[in-house]
């Protein structure tokens, strides 16, 4: 199998950038998604849907690190992973949103996959990537109402 990693990877590091934990760069998630995806399967070979197996091991990485994050008090403060302007955008945007609603916005309207893609990609049923989605949209709306107030002198 011919694979472009260089494509593999500038295809996922925006998703990585959207569902690390804060303080993780999302290129090291990426790198540790890829390392432990080709060590199960060089050159994914075997791999019916690469694209979508290394989604999934994106997040999943994520994830893990998240939950260790969680556990672990922060050391030191995170570092500038200074992603490129429209990355920095939609991070900034989602960032105030739970892992699993930013995941579900990045991936059903960034990457436009359907519902049942995502639930795949996410390992939860439909109805979560519904519910997450529509939480994270009314979050955002609501954060959006508020900063319209503040600006316009309402509160």
Not at 31 to 51: K, N, Y
Not at 81 to 110: E, I
């Amino acid at each position: 199998m011919d694979t472009d990693f260089p494509a593999i990877y500038a295809r996922l590091l925006p998703l990585a950038r959207v569902v690390a934990p804060v303080g993780i760069d999302g290129a090291d998630v990426v790198q540790e998604a890829l390392t432990r995806a080709l060590s199960r399967h060089p050159d994914l070979r075997g791999v019916r849907d690469p694209p979508a197996y290394l989604t999934t091991a994106v997040v999943n990485v994520a994830r893990s690190w998240g939950k260790r994050a969680a556990r672990t008090p922060a050391l030191d403060e995170p570092r500038d992973s200074s992603p490129p302007d429209s990355d920095a955008q939609v991070l900034a945007l989602l960032s105030p949103l739970a892992p699993r609603q930013r995941a579900c916005l990045y991936l059903r309207f960034v990457e436009d996959l359907a519902v049942a893609d995502v639930a795949r990609l996410l390992a939860c049923s439909p109805g979560t990537v519904k519910s997450q989605t529509a939480k994270a949209l009314a979050t955002l709306r609501s954060r959006m109402a508020d900063e319209q107030n503040v600006t316009e002198g309402r509160e």
